[in-house]
Antibody, heavy 117, light 107 residues
Framework: QGQLVQSGAEVKKPGASVRVSCKAS????????VHWMRQAPGQGLEWMGW????????GYAQKFQGRVTMTRDNSISTAYMELSRLRSDDTAVYYC??????????WGQGTLVTVSS | DIHIAQSPSSLSASIGDRVTFTCRAS??????LNWYQKKPGKAPKLLIY???TLQSGVPPRFSGAGSGTDFTLTISSLQPEDFATYYC?????????FGQGTKLEIK
């Protein structure tokens, strides 16, 4: 049974960067892409992008191009999402998920990122 | 980008009711449509993938249908644990757009 465990909540000031980690267990990490989503307070789910742990290839939603970087460390089965130049409207719960070909089956528990001065 | 219109935005229903949610894509997406259940403070839970395939462990009262541009999620007999927000998501092309969600509330 696969599991994804994310890092803890963060509080950041506007203009700063945040890095969220997502540690996989229970399956072969390099075989499945990892996708990242977020949900701002009172809003819906928003897709941010993906990373292929095997190759390191990434794809980002246009909205986040230039501000988001997704990386991985296969030696510890962990994916990372870094978002820079944070604004107040980046306050959200960020999720990672395993992408099993056409759907996300395992999700992390979510990481609350609060951007406030 | 593909736009997904989900309706209704909210719905009130009673235990035992049959309810149906709809998602309409702005272009054909074949059967590349998934449904998730989202409860406050919890991660989304996959219910249906590829438009109509029930994810393992999900009760059979949930069913999905559709292809091309029009899709439905039906709950045949509502249970107390089903009150949540439901999202569809297309995975035909990136960005993998979500619908706006349907909040299912107890009448």
């Amino acid at each position: 049974q696969g599991q994804l465990v994310q890092s803890g909540a963060e509080v950041k000031k506007p203009g700063a960067s945040v890095r969220v980690s997502c540690k996989a267990s229970g399956y072969t990490f390099s075989v499945y892409h990892v996708h990242w989503m977020r949900q701002a307070p009172g809003q819906g789910l928003e897709w941010m992008g993906w990373i292929n742990p095997h190759t390191g290839n990434t794809g980002y939603a246009q909205k986040f191009q230039g501000r988001v970087t997704m990386t991985r460390d296969n030696s510890i089965s962990t994916a990372y999402m870094e978002l820079s130049r944070l604004r107040s409207d980046d306050t959200a719960v960020y999720y990672c998920a395993r992408y099993a070909g056409s759907y996300c089956d395992y999700w992390g528990q979510g990481t609350l990122v609060t951007v406030s001065s | 980008d593909i736009h997904i219109a989900q309706s209704p935005s909210s719905l009130s229903a009673s235990i035992g009711d049959r309810v149906t949610f709809t998602c309409r894509a702005s272009q054909t997406i074949d059967n590349s449509l998934n449904w998730y259940q989202k409860k406050p403070g919890k991660a989304p839970k996959l219910l249906i993938y590829a438009a109509s395939t029930l994810q393992s462990g999900v009760p059979p009262r949930f069913s999905g249908a559709g292809s091309g541009t029009d899709f439905t999620l039906t709950i045949s007999s509502l249970q107390p644990e089903d009150f949540a927000t439901y999202y569809c998501q297309e995975t035909y092309d990136t960005p993998h757009t979500f619908g706006q969600g349907t909040k299912l509330e107890i009448k």
